[in-house]
């Protein structure tokens, strides 16, 4: 396991730029591996911030105001996570839930944007692997991490939680933050 420090935070970008400012900041985008790690921490937690479950101290998902919004653009309906508002219809300024700080005192882990990681995207089912191998048309994909401000099921929170998102989206609920391996003088 390398050892890596999560320094910056950024959404509505795509993966091509995320790499872009990470590397213009002597930095990289985290392993899918680094990222879940610094949000599950060493302790095997459930969430990044412990086991209790999602609610609206430690993480900005879908509340009340998320299905309020989504009433009154007429989208589809959805459940909220919690039945409180947790202030942010969409995200929320970088640590306005401090209840949900990950072991190492990094925030929004869970909930807020997801976020980018480096690692390219192949299914854990091996007949979709193969078959995903095959499709000489299908894009290329990363995994993002983390839950996004509209998430509305307890499992968006959880660290291992994976999907792919194709390498030019750049929608408002994905994000990044930037790692880099530690310098170690002898």
Same mark, same amino acid.
């Given at each position: ?12 970008? @795509? ?17 899918? &591996? ?5 949000? +599950?921490? @060493?302790?095997?937690?459930?969430? @990044? ?6 609610? @609206?101290? +430690? ?55 997801? =976020? ?9 089912? =091996?007949?979709? +692997? ?5 499709? =000489? ?22 660290? &291992? ?15 990044? +933050?930037?790692? &880099?391996?530690?310098?170690? &003088?002898?």
């Amino acid at each position: 396991q390398r050892q890596m420090c999560i320094r910056d935070r950024v959404n509505c970008v @795509s993966w091509h730029q995320a790499t872009a400012f990470c590397e213009s900041r002597g930095a990289r985008l985290p392993s899918e &591996a680094e990222w879940e790690f610094a949000a +599950r921490g @060493s302790d095997g937690r459930v969430y @990044s911030w412990g086991d209790a479950a999602p609610d @609206s101290e +430690r993480m900005n998902g879908c509340g009340k105001e998320c299905v309020a919004w989504r009433d009154a653009t007429e989208l589809s309906a959805t459940p909220s996570l919690y039945d409180v508002e947790d202030g942010y219809v969409g995200t929320a300024p970088v640590g306005s839930f401090p209840a949900g700080l990950a072991q190492a005192g990094l925030s929004d882990m869970a909930g807020n944007v997801f =976020e980018w990681t480096a690692t390219k995207f192949e299914s854990y089912d =091996e007949v979709q +692997r193969l078959a995903d191998a095959k499709d =000489e048309d299908r894009p290329l994909k990363r995994v993002i991490r983390g839950g996004a401000f509209n998430s509305f099921m307890p499992a968006f929170a959880d660290p &291992a939680l994976r999907f792919g998102q194709v390498e030019d989206a750049h929608p408002h609920a994905i994000g990044f +933050r930037c790692a &880099a391996t530690p310098n170690h &003088a002898n």
